[in-house]
């Protein structure tokens, strides 16, 4: 049994920091499972943040502000986030899937498996 549950979140000022955490039961960080952030701010789709599997990719918008990390040993997975704008405000989502299952499709939520049910960031 898959779970994945998010932390971290919260309310903070632009120019702010937030570290969100992903603690995983029932996948291991390795090579078979990817693991990424998604975000979706009201009215709006399902968004690709960071992927952590293979190989690591950022959302264009969050890159040199956010990285995605992972502690194996504790089967955790973190997204630091810095100098945060308010057009970052939205519920994160922490994900998994088999590599093979979004293997050149990492921006695709509908290929990630697991989910969480999300913590939400709201930057003013």
């Known amino acids: 049994h898959v779970q994945l549950v998010e932390s971290g979140g919260g309310s903070v000022q632009a120019g702010g920091s937030l570290r969100l955490s992903c603690a995983a039961s029932g996948v291991t960080y390795s090579r078979v499972y990817c693991m990424a952030w998604f975000r979706q701010a009201p009215g709006k789709e399902r968004e690709l943040v960071a992927t952590?599997?293979?190989?690591?990719t950022y959302a264009d918008s969050v890159k040199g502000r956010f990285t995605i990390s992972k502690d194996n040993a504790k089967n955790t997975l973190y997204l630091q986030m810095s100098s945060l704008k308010p057009e970052d405000t939205a519920m994160y989502f922490c994900?998994?899937?088999?590599?093979?299952?979004?293997?050149?499709?990492?921006?695709?939520?509908?290929?990630?498996?697991?989910w969480g049910q999300g913590t939400q960031v709201t930057v003013s």
């Open positions: 952590s599997g293979r190989s690591t």
């Open positions: 994900a998994a899937a088999l590599c093979w299952a979004v293997s050149g499709v990492v921006w695709d939520a509908s290929r990630y498996s697991f």
